[in-house]
């Protein structure tokens, strides 16, 4: 079975500043691993993803995440954080072998405030 | 991109009235679709997967005859709560995937906010 697990279910920060949500998973096979962002009353968008490849992945408005898979984690960071960064994040891992079929197991979350 | 259409977005009825939900992927065909619930605060919990010509599948604890889903077409998946009463109020989020873009990931309706007085 995979988890996830996002450590900090707060996380505050002042505008301009650097941010890093921490995101680990567990899996017992290779996994791929996205990050989502939720604004208020509204679905998931898609920030990033990493399938294959390089462990550096860059996403949509300026965010990045890096594949560590030594220490099972994704973690999420922008070095320069806007006011309407303020959202919900969310971490997720699917079983790449379940291809077409794959459920997303999702973090709890992440409260981004960005601060002015 | 992907779009994937979810309605309505936000219902108020009585206790004992059964819901639907309508899930379309606009731009693409979906063979499978997924539907997930999420309460206040929290993140979101797969409810079922829903498969284009077939039954759905429910994930452990969620009541197949209480949360009908189903799936005809490659780009309408509908899901209803049926008599629906007060602890049955969340936030139900669709997704899907377009079966003709391999491995990329899924796309996500914009959610229904049931409140059932």
């Known amino acids: 079975a995979q988890s996830v697990t996002q450590l900090d279910s707060q996380v505050p920060v002042f505008e301009e500043a650097p941010v890093e949500l921490r995101c680990n998973y567990s899996?017992?096979?290779?996994?791929?691993l996205f990050w989502y962002v939720q604004y208020p009353n509204q679905g998931l968008q898609l920030l990033l993803k990493?399938?294959?490849?390089?462990?550096l992945v860059k996403g949509i408005n300026g965010f990045e995440a890096e594949f560590n898979k030594s220490q099972t984690s994704f973690h999420l960071r922008k070095p320069s954080v806007h006011i309407s960064d303020t959202a919900e994040y969310f971490c997720?891992?699917?079983?790449?072998?379940?291809?077409?079929?794959?459920?997303?197991?999702f973090g709890t979350g992440t409260r981004l405030t960005i601060i002015p | 991109g992907a779009v994937v259409s979810q309605h309505p977005s936000r219902v108020i009825c009585k206790s004992g009235t059964s819901v639907k939900i309508e899930c379309r992927s606009l731009?693409?065909?979906?063979?499978?679709m997924f539907w997930y619930r999420q309460f206040p605060k929290q993140s979101l919990m797969l409810m079922a997967t829903?498969?284009?010509?077939?039954?759905?599948?429910?994930e452990q604890g969620v009541e197949k005859d209480k949360f009908l889903i189903n799936h005809a077409s490659l780009t309408l998946s509908t899901l209803t709560v049926t008599s629906a009463h007060p602890e049955d109020s969340s936030f139900y989020i669709c997704?899907?995937?377009?079966?003709?873009?391999?491995?990329?990931?899924?796309?996500f309706g914009d959610g229904t906010r049931l409140s059932i007085l």
């Open positions: 997704s899907a995937r377009d079966r003709g873009a391999g491995n990329q990931p899924q796309h």
């Open positions: 829903s498969n284009e010509g077939s039954k759905a599948t429910y």
């Open positions: 899996s017992s096979v290779s996994v791929y």
């Open positions: 997720a891992v699917s079983d790449p072998s379940n291809f077409g079929n794959e459920k997303l197991t």
């Open positions: 731009d693409f065909q979906a063979t499978t």
């Open positions: 990493y399938l294959s490849g390089s462990t």
